[in-house]
């Protein structure tokens, strides 16, 4: 917090240094800071037990900061002999870098038209054949002299041995190619002349010979990229969000019209997070896809599969996809008991429980960090103004008395998420005034419209009971008291 001790030393929220340490933008959870930077470090998975908003998302992103950039490309590679079962390939960083050099070894030499032979710059449509003037081979009619570029590609005496050495090299003559002969010092070489804009690429033996070897690869896909994020939040995703899947197409059986299944192949997050962290929040809520996860996690590798049974796709399987990541599983204390046995068997084997914290002392040390978060609220908005050491105490006072409502005496809430939202609501109140700062009038106008829908209800009709019996049609008063009783829930009399 740099040379500042404590709040009145601070003009405005602006002053207050945030930490470029993602870590340390975490306010009060010491122990989850301190063991998501080891996981990270160490490649083990976290389970984050705690109510929504204390910062169990911020963690998880945090720890991609700390951890390796992906070193491994993932591809699908077309199987021309088992076109529904394509290979997986995967590329280190030195093998896309030597293949990238390799890719610019058969581009070739280009150069000008005027540097090409005279037959070869006039058979591309460079060189007029009548005056001898230069223009681009896209203009048909010589701008110069205004009469027809275009020659007979057939003339020529050895025009047919051309053609039969460059079917040899995997090339014909066209209007976009001439194929000829030159001399390099003793040596009689084929060289290939191709256009390229509004200049010539030349192509020698090697490259030639380079440029067919690459042509007879299998084509590929590249589906999980080098240069992806580390993080990948996978909170609330479907099941072929998850897992992968393999597109439809309703040419799919037909070689000539559809697209080759290859093509058709989309990783899923478990593969995405390939060397980096998979973060699932409420990860309860995926049910039964907790067993993909756990496969995933002891496989390290995950098959992708058509997920429809009336797709094209359906037929397609690519096996032994890499899925070596981190997994940031996040849940509610009420949802533990949900998590699958196996899965969670899984973390702890590997990794660390952690129960977050809902509130910490009030002690000037942590009104600080209070501050802190306050200044990296507004940050992250970007909308709103900064804030006033008198607002900003209203603030840690409301943190103060939220934690009481946990039964947290002499503490401050972390349930932060609430408090965020209460500062941009200040923040719209200064916009709205033209308030180069957030006041202390602001933050109070806020508090007085920024409270939940219940407490709203329990203020206006005296209780949850009540608002259901006045506004509830006679038929949902029944399926809502056998949904939930709340004439038996003491919270909302």
């Known amino acids: 917090m740099g040379s500042y001790v404590n ?116 058979r591309l449509g460079y060189r007029c054949p009548h005056c001898g003037f230069y223009s681009p081979p896209t203009e048909n009619i010589c701008p110069n002299c205004n009469n027809s570029k275009i020659i007979n590609s057939a003339q020529g005496p050895f025009n047919d041995v051309f053609n039969v050495i460059g079917v040899a090299f995997g090339v014909n003559n066209t209007n976009d ?42 084509p590929s896909k590249v589906i999980v990229p080098i240069d992806r994020n580390p993080f990948v939040l996978a909170t ?65 590798k995950f098959p992708i599969i058509g997920r429809n049974p009336q797709s094209a796709g359906a037929s397609v399987r690519v096996d032994d996809v890499p899925t070596d990541f981190i997994l940031v599983a996040a849940c509610n204390i009420q949802d533990l008991q949900y998590i699958l046995s196996p899965l969670r068997s899984r973390i702890i084997g590997n990794g660390y429980e952690i129960l977050m914290e809902i509130a910490m002392p009030d002690n000037p040390q942590n009104r600080l960090k209070y501050l802190q978060f306050i200044a990296q609220e507004i ?49 719209d109140m200064a916009v709205e005034k033209q308030h180069k700062l957030i006041e202390k009038d602001d933050v109070k106008e806020a508090l007085s419209l920024y409270i939940p829908v219940e407490e709203k209800i329990k203020k206006y009709y005296g209780s949850m009971y009540n608002a259901m019996n006045q506004e509830a049609t006679g038929s949902q008063k029944g399926e809502y008291n056998t949904y939930y009783n709340y004439n038996d829930d003491r919270t909302y009399q």
Not at 184 to 197: L, M, P, R, S
Not at 258 to 285: C, K, N, Q, S, W
Not at 393 to 416: C, P
């Open 7 to 122: 709040l009145n030393d601070y003009p405005d929220t602006s002053y207050v240094k945030i930490p470029t340490n993602p870590l340390d933008r975490v306010i009060g959870q010491p122990e989850a800071v301190r063991l998501a930077l080891l996981a990270a470090k160490q490649r083990r998975n976290l389970l984050l037990v705690g109510p929504p908003g204390v910062g169990k998302s911020m963690i998880a992103q945090a720890m991609s900061f700390y951890i390796e950039r992906p070193r491994e490309e993932i591809r699908v590679v077309h199987n021309p002999v088992y076109p529904e079962t394509p290979f997986i390939e995967v590329k280190t960083i030195d093998e896309i870098e030597k293949e990238k050099n390799e890719l610019n070894s058969i581009e070739g030499q280009i150069i000008d038209p005027k540097d090409a032979p005279q037959n070869v710059a006039e």
């Open 177 to 218: 190619r001439v194929t000829q002969t030159r001399r390099i010092g003793d040596k009689e070489e084929i060289v290939v002349y191709e256009k390229f804009g509004d200049k010539i690429r030349v192509l020698d033996e090697k490259t030639l010979e380079k440029r067919r070897k690459m042509e007879k690869k299998s």
């Open 236 to 300: 609330g995703a479907s099941e072929t969000e998850l897992l992968g899947d393999v597109r439809h197409d309703p040419y799919g059986g037909h070689p000539q019209l559809g697209t080759l299944p290859y093509e058709r192949v989309v990783a899923g997050a478990v593969h995405m997070a390939h060397e980096g962290v998979l973060f699932i929040d409420e990860i309860t809520h995926l049910g039964n896809l907790q067993r993909f996860i756990l496969t995933a996690m002891q496989e390290r």
């Open 379 to 427: 940050n992250i908005d970007g909308k709103i103004p900064h804030m006033t050491m008198d607002a900003a105490r209203i603030i840690i006072e409301e943190g103060r008395r939220r934690a009481k409502e946990d039964h947290k005496e002499n503490s401050l809430t972390l349930r932060l998420r609430e408090l965020g939202g209460l500062i941009r609501a200040a923040g």
